[in-house]
């Protein structure tokens, strides 16, 4: 699929929940924010069935993402249904894995190639101060299993502030070269004031090559993470709402006030 700017579009972000265990202070208040309710949640079929489609028109890069996608009831399942679909060459999931000691060798045996784990500081107290309700050796805990079972390459991604000498991005680097993990350093962003910057590191930030549309955790298809611009598959089908996406995909962002970080999946 080729947008309006001869952009292709390959890949394909699914939030799968907008619940989540931790309550990092850039992504959510202390207590937390009205969850959707269940019947505004894409069930898995519907999930896997617009994938699918997707898929045949050309996404081959599908991360799974939230909220935080492991906290998603069955979400093994829904990771063996996507991995069956055939044309998808990159299946990765982005989570803050203090869950992963559970569900790492079941995330692998289904078919889940790879993760990015998010990591913003080596230090437990600072650590619990940024996630709130995190504990740092769960986290730790969780990369090894990822390492141990071949969840492989993995990536961490940690928030900065102002730039990525600060003290806590310096120590994740040299957690992640000792290691052998590539780290992606991500500026903290406010979507309402529009103040988006490129990755460190990574792909995103960069209008001109973006390859990537947003689904959802309600079923709303995004072409841009930094504009309000939407289109519900369950209103209009699949097929439109990709259609539309792929026509209305902005040259490049400006400000987003409907999106927040944990209900659109960063
Ligand atoms: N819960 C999972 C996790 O934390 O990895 C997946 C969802 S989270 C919203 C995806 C990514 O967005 C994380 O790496 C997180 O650090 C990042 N993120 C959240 N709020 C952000 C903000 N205000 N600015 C920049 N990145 C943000
Ligand atoms: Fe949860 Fe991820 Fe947002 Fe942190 S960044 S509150 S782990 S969704």
């Given amino acids: 699929m080729y947008d309006s700017f001869k952009r292709k ?3 394909l972000r699914i939030s799968v929940t907008d619940r989540c265990n931790f309550r990092c202070t ?3 208040p202390a207590e937390g924010v009205p969850m959707m309710s269940h019947n505004d949640v894409l069930s ?3 999930i896997v069935e617009f994938t699918r489609l997707a898929v045949s ?3 081959d890069k599908v991360r799974i993402t939230g909220g935080e996608p492991l906290v998603r009831k069955g979400i093994v399942s829904l990771v063996k249904m996507l991995a069956d679909i055939d044309g998808i060459k990159d299946l990765s999931m982005t989570t803050n894995g203090a869950f992963l000691p559970k569900f790492a060798d079941d995330l692998k045996n289904v078919g889940l190639n790879r993760v990015n784990i998010s990591l913003d500081s080596m230090d437990p107290k600072r650590f619990h101060e940024i996630t709130r309700l995190g504990k740092l050796e769960d986290v730790l805990n969780g990369i090894d299993a990822a390492e141990k079972v071949g969840l492989l390459p993995i990536k961490l991604n940690c928030v900065i502030k102002e730039n990525s ?4 991005a310096l120590a994740v680097k040299a957690f992640a070269e000792e290691r052998g993990f ?3 350093f991500i500026h903290q962003m406010s979507l309402g004031e529009g103040s988006f910057s490129v990755v460190e590191g990574g792909e995103g930030g960069h209008c001109g090559t973006c390859n990537r549309l947003r689904l959802s955790a309600d079923g709303k298809l995004f072409p841009c993470l930094f ?3 939407g289109y519900s598959i369950r209103e209009l089908g699949g097929e439109e709402a990709l259609k539309k996406a792929i ?3 902005p040259k490049s962002g400006t400000t987003s006030i409907g999106h927040e970080f944990y209900n659109i999946g960063g």
């Fill in 182 to 184: 590539q780290v992606r």
């Fill in 57 to 59: 028109k050309g996404i």
């Fill in 26 to 28: 850039y992504c959510m």
């Fill in 165 to 168: 000498q600060e003290e806590d």
């Fill in 44 to 46: 898995f079929d519907e």
């Fill in 247 to 249: 026509e209305n995909k």
């Fill in 227 to 229: 504009s309000d611009i």
């Fill in 9 to 11: 579009i390959n890949y």
